[in-house]
């Protein structure tokens, strides 16, 4: 007899079920408090300071008006996201990424060099996009070009899929400057924006190598024996049909305005880098910031006013689900709050995450968001949702807010392996790679995953991050 397939809840209505269940928590939980101190400018529980009070149990208006209640408490960060992806929407429909991508790979046919870097390069390429802008759902149309592209120099077709969906996958995981989870969740927690680059910087470096070393031996392994390759008849079917000639039509011609376009990105990166470090900037000032660069962009790219809005509003209405669910997920912290059920839920889950050695902590909170992770894939959403009870879980384990964050972080390393991320699922449809032959594929990788986010947990509580 064959089992019916398992179906998940959309987010929307996982959230919602979520927020369903605290309410019924609120009639049925003692409610408690933690008292809060003032440490270095925040605000940290006091651990020794909880204590029983009356809880408030939430009715139905009440869980009705809790994500109205959530959207204007997280209004800052929903009309951080919604412009940024605008921003990026105006530089999309410039066309420079892909001319850049196309300019690089025609290089490959021609120089030996480009083609040791061919790999490392690209990878690199969108894993820098993953960790800078959030590069996530935007890798699915160039499925469509590395597939083709691989196939035509003698790889297959996992690793066209692997170069843009894994490239950008490890990056968006390893973040050091990606706005939609390390600046959001760092928001959250309270800790300052973009603070303790130097570290990420170091995670990002070692998570783009493994990833990088891997495909590499993987690629040199499939093209000495293209047999080896999970996907081998199917490729033999794409190469008949001619799939594989299709890397060399209609490429994008890298030129003069591409050349600016992506110049004012990268300077607009180095802003935004300096006006964190230095002034402090928050999400208000970082959206003007890429606004400014979306309209400066446009115009460069010899935009008229209305391509430029036309192409800002496709980017800004492709996030607005993300923003509803930040909306969703605050709604959850508005609830619990509001019945006096967080602290007492926090005092019960503490020695679940506590440990006489930080590092532990550290690695059971990332073990608890790699499962969360399979439920709900949204970088911002998950911030939303989590680091609201993460955040003070740190203070009670003593390990630090920071990593805290990256324990989030890392709780991404799982998506490219779960068949509930819409964006796996997409990449693979495109392909026409079946999830178990991926998944299969994927398993070494995947540990080697876990194992670097284990290990790069321990050293922030010794350094004191």
Same mark, same amino acid.
Not at 343 to 355: E, F, K, R, T, V
């Given at each position: 007899?064959?089992?019916?397939?398992?179906?998940?809840?959309?987010?929307?209505v996982?959230?919602?079920?979520?927020?369903?269940?605290?309410?019924?928590?609120?009639?049925i939980?003692?409610?408690?408090?933690?008292?809060?101190?003032?440490v270095?400018?925040?605000?940290?529980?006091?651990?020794?300071?909880?204590?029983?009070?009356?809880?408030?149990?939430?009715?139905?208006?009440?869980?009705?008006?809790?994500?109205?209640?959530?959207?204007?408490?997280?209004a800052?960060?929903?009309?951080?996201?919604?412009?940024?992806?605008g921003?990026?929407?105006?530089?999309?429909k410039?066309?420079?990424?892909?001319?850049?991508?196309?300019?690089?790979?025609?290089?490959?046919?021609t120089?030996?060099?480009?083609?040791?870097?061919?790999?490392?390069l690209?990878?690199?390429?969108?894993?820098?996009?993953?960790?800078?802008?959030?590069?996530?759902?935007?890798? =699915? /149309? &160039?499925?469509?070009?590395? *597939?083709?592209? @691989?196939? $035509?120099l003698?790889?297959?077709?996992? %690793? +066209? #899929?692997? =170069? /843009? &969906?894994?490239?950008?996958? *490890?990056?968006? @995981?390893? $973040?050091?400057?990606?706005?939609?989870? %390390? +600046? #959001?969740?760092?928001?959250?927690?309270?800790?300052?924006?973009?603070?303790?680059?130097?570290?990420?910087?170091?995670?990002?470096?070692?998570?783009?190598?493994?990833?990088?070393?891997?495909?590499?031996?993987?690629?040199?392994?499939?093209?000495?024996?293209?047999?080896?390759?999970?996907?081998?008849?199917?490729?033999?079917?794409?190469?008949?049909?001619?799939?594989?000639?299709?890397?060399?039509?209609?490429?994008?011609?890298?030129?003069?305005?591409?050349?600016?376009?992506?110049?004012?990105?990268?300077v607009?990166?180095?802003?935004?880098?300096?006006?964190?470090?230095?002034?402090?900037?928050?999400?208000?000032?970082?959206a003007?910031?890429?606004?400014?660069?979306?309209?400066?962009?446009?115009?460069?790219?010899?935009?008229?006013?209305?391509?430029?809005?036309?192409?800002?509003?496709?980017?800004?209405?492709?996030?607005?689900?993300?923003?509803?669910?930040i909306?969703?997920?605050?709604?959850?912290?508005?609830l619990?709050r509001?019945?006096?059920?967080?602290?007492?839920?926090?005092?019960?889950?503490?020695?679940?995450?506590?440990?006489?050695?930080?590092a532990?902590?550290?690695?059971?909170?990332?073990?608890?968001?790699?499962?969360?992770?399979?439920?709900?894939?949204?970088g911002?959403?998950?911030?939303?949702?989590?680091?609201?009870?993460?955040?003070?879980l740190?203070?009670?384990?003593?390990?630090?807010?920071?990593?805290?964050?990256?324990?989030?972080?890392?709780?991404?390393?799982?998506?490219?392996?779960?068949?509930?991320?819409?964006?796996?699922?997409?990449?693979?449809?495109?392909?026409?790679?079946?999830?178990?032959?991926?998944?299969?594929?994927?398993?070494?990788?995947?540990?080697?995953?876990?194992?670097?986010?284990?290990?790069?947990?321990?050293?922030?509580?010794?350094?004191?991050?």
């Open positions: 007899m064959k089992l019916p397939a398992l179906r998940l809840p959309n987010t929307y996982l959230i919602f079920s979520i927020l369903a269940l605290i309410a019924l928590a609120s009639w939980m003692p409610g408690g408090r933690y008292d809060t101190r003032l270095d400018g925040r605000t940290q529980i006091d651990p020794a300071s909880f204590r029983n009070v009356p809880s408030v149990p939430q009715g139905l208006d009440a869980l009705l008006m809790a994500p109205i209640k959530g959207f204007a408490e997280a800052p960060i929903i009309a951080f996201v919604l412009v940024v992806g921003a990026f929407g105006v530089l999309q410039t066309g420079a990424i892909e001319a850049m991508i196309h300019a690089v790979a025609r290089k490959h046919a120089s030996p060099l480009a083609r040791a870097l061919f790999l490392p690209f990878i690199t390429l969108f894993s820098l996009g993953g960790a800078t802008f959030g590069m996530n759902e935007e890798a =699915i /149309p &160039f499925v469509l070009i590395f *597939v083709p592209l @691989a196939l $035509a003698g790889y297959d077709s996992i %690793v +066209g #899929v692997s =170069i /843009p &969906f894994l490239g950008s996958q *490890v990056g968006f @995981a390893a $973040a050091f400057l990606n706005p939609f989870n %390390v +600046g #959001v969740a760092q928001g959250i927690a309270g800790v300052p924006l973009f603070s303790g680059m130097g570290y990420r910087l170091v995670v990002w470096f070692l998570a783009t190598a493994l990833t990088i070393a891997f495909l590499m031996w993987y690629a040199a392994r499939v093209r000495r024996t293209p047999e080896y390759s999970p996907t081998f008849a199917l490729d033999q079917s794409l190469r008949a049909g001619g799939m594989a000639a299709l890397h060399g039509q209609q490429h994008a011609v890298l030129g003069a305005r591409h050349r600016l376009v992506l110049a004012l990105f990268a607009s990166l180095a802003v935004m880098v300096a006006g964190v470090v230095r002034y402090g900037w928050f999400v208000e000032q970082i003007a910031l890429f606004m400014a660069m979306g309209i400066a962009a446009g115009l460069a790219a010899r935009l008229d006013g209305d391509a430029i809005a036309d192409a800002f509003l496709h980017g800004a209405r492709d996030l607005v689900g993300t923003a509803i669910v909306a969703l997920a605050r709604g959850t912290v508005v619990a509001d019945a006096h059920i967080i602290d007492s839920a926090l005092h019960a889950i503490a020695p679940l995450i506590q440990s006489s050695v930080p532990f902590a550290a690695q059971k909170m990332f073990a608890i968001q790699s499962v969360i992770n399979f439920f709900i894939h949204s911002t959403g998950q911030a939303a949702l989590t680091m609201p009870v993460m955040a003070p740190a203070d009670l384990a003593g390990i630090s807010r920071q990593t805290a964050v990256l324990a989030f972080q890392f709780g991404e390393f799982t998506t490219p392996m779960i068949p509930t991320s819409g964006i796996t699922v997409g990449v693979l449809a495109l392909a026409r790679i079946p999830w178990l032959t991926w998944a299969r594929w994927m398993v070494p990788l995947q540990l080697g995953y876990a194992v670097l986010a284990l290990a790069l947990l321990a050293p922030p509580g010794y350094i004191g991050w």
